[in-house]
């Protein structure tokens, strides 16, 4: 059997009941945690991302951008959602946090743009030889969408999943499901 990881985008406070609440996200990640305890056994790594702003972002609305602020660095929103996070507590794979968004002056909605991430996500692809990633997270249209074209474009020996009942949206989920069609990724 190939081994298989689970990546999952940005489950943080802010975007399930915070400052930038996505649409159903309080249960869809309610309902992941449920599915990681359930399956987890499949997957060999369980990775997380996290953006962690600093208060200057760009992206925040009070410093010209165009979001609220959301997930500033060591505050309550920028905390991974606690169904998820006790879930990972007693998860006996590996499991990785990579955060990204650390540079006021750059937007990453992608973990591939943040160059420290990156590596440490193809290493940990090459190392163990993960040669199938399902995907999910908030929001489906944003971060996740943009994760998910990038990893596509970066991780050539790697097939993807998307499971779109985790991934709630900003946008009702048709960008996802429209990106998943061009890439002809199950869905």
């Known amino acids: 059997m190939d081994n298989k990881a689970l990546l999952v985008v940005d489950p943080q406070i802010d975007f399930i009941t915070g400052s930038l609440p996505v649409p159903g996200a309080e249960q869809a990640m309610d309902k992941l945690a ?3 305890k ?15 702003h600093p208060l200057t972002h760009c992206s925040f609305t009070q410093n010209g951008g165009e979001w609220p602020r959301h997930c500033v660095a060591d505050s309550v929103g920028a905390a991974i959602w606690p169904a998820i996070m006790e879930t990972l507590y007693d998860y006996p794979g590996k499991l990785t946090v990579l955060h990204k968004g650390e540079n006021p002056e750059i937007e990453e909605y992608s973990i591939f743009k943040n160059t420290g991430a990156a590596e ?20 489906g249209d944003v971060c ?13 020996n790697v097939s993807f999943n998307i499971l779109p009942q985790f991934s709630p949206s900003l946008d009702g989920g048709k960008v996802l499901s429209s990106l998943a069609s061009s890439l002809g990724i199950n869905n």
């Open 34 to 36: 449920e599915y990681i």
């Open 38 to 52: 359930e399956n987890g056994a499949e997957y060999t790594h369980v990775i997380v991302t996290a953006d962690r």
């Open 120 to 139: 440490r996500l193809h290493t940990m692809v090459e190392d163990e030889k993960i040669m199938e990633i399902d995907i999910c997270g908030l929001a």
């Open 144 to 156: 996740v969408a943009n994760t998910l074209k990038d990893a596509v474009s970066e991780l050539k």
